[in-house]
């Protein structure tokens, strides 16, 4: 029986892997960084937000922000560039990229945090907003000075058209290297611990530059084969430095209670003498 269930699992990566060959896919960096002096990296200190897309073939791109708003984003000429629009809001929006053909849905689905003027909308509107047929939603989705930690749980819930889909495979593959899969439940719920992936780990958050995960799930209805991912990046738990810093301080904080206790002894004894 586990041989068999082993050889399920085996075919149903396999056939992931398959489907989601050149597949859409939104990335902070291009795969090739362009070539550039260090003068113009100082005068080009924009605030825009820029995505790239793998394969963006025949793709449709969305931003929607968090009153729902849309806005269709086109790739700077001859590049698989994106440059976000500013929409007047801060909070999470949206970018969503689509293609299909007569037999394929392909989507690609990330979150961006952007600064601006409060919103006045919650995160959870557009969260839980069906945007794509078939989609990868985050529950919860991280907020403000939270972050997709190694070591945690996160929680996931797949949706085909609305409707939570049960019994379905999910792979998270890191930049880091590692690969893991599990299924949906009843309720379409999968649930992932980030791996501890990160090497030469640095004290602070800011000495640990993050890395990227990506959620990727299939669904075949009617004929056509929905195809779907969401990415976000992760960071290492700061619990690596905060346990070492909580011993520094114990110990430092134990070196000068003994100080002081030996100190009084002292004062004592020359007082009895």
């Known amino acids: 029986m586990k041989n068999k269930n082993?050889?399920?699992i085996a075919s149903g990566l396999l056939s992931i892997s398959h489907l989601c060959y050149a597949e859409l896919l939104w990335s902070p960096k291009p795969k090739t960084p362009p070539i550039t002096h260090k003068i113009h990296q100082t005068n080009h200190r924009i605030k825009e937000k820029i995505f790239y897309l793998n394969d963006n073939t025949?793709?449709?791109?969305?931003?929607?922000?968090?009153s729902l708003n849309i806005k269709i984003v086109n790739a700077q000429k001859d590049s698989n560039k994106y440059i976000l629009p500013k929409t007047g809001m801060d909070n999470y929006h949206a970018l969503l990229a689509e293609r299909k053909t007569d037999n394929t849905y392909e989507s690609s689905l990330r979150y961006v945090s952007?600064?601006?003027?409060?919103s006045g909308y919650s995160?959870?509107?557009?969260i839980k907003k069906n945007k794509l047929p078939l989609e990868i939603v985050p529950e919860p989705m991280i907020r403000e000075h939270w972050h997709f930690y190694t070591s945690n749980n996160h929680n996931y819930k797949v949706l085909f058209k609305g409707k939570p889909l049960a019994d379905t495979w999910v792979t998270l593959n890191t930049s880091n290297g590692s690969n893991l899969d599990a299924k949906t439940d009843i309720d379409g719920m999968v649930s992932f611990i980030l791996p501890e992936d990160f090497k030469n780990i640095q004290p602070g958050r800011r000495a640990n530059q993050p890395e990227e995960f990506i959620l990727r799930t299939v669904h075949i209805s009617h004929g056509i084969t929905y195809k779907t991912n969401f990415s976000a990046p992760y960071s290492v738990n700061p619990s690596h430095w905060n346990s070492n810093i909580g011993g520094i301080l114990s110990l430092s904080i134990g070196f000068l209670s003994g100080i002081i206790i030996m100190r009084k002894h002292n004062r004592a004894s020359r007082r009895a003498s």
């Open 58 to 66: 025949h793709a449709h791109v969305k931003f929607i922000t968090p």
């Open 6 to 8: 082993m050889i399920f």
């Open 114 to 118: 952007m600064r601006d003027k409060p």
């Open 123 to 126: 995160p959870r509107k557009l």
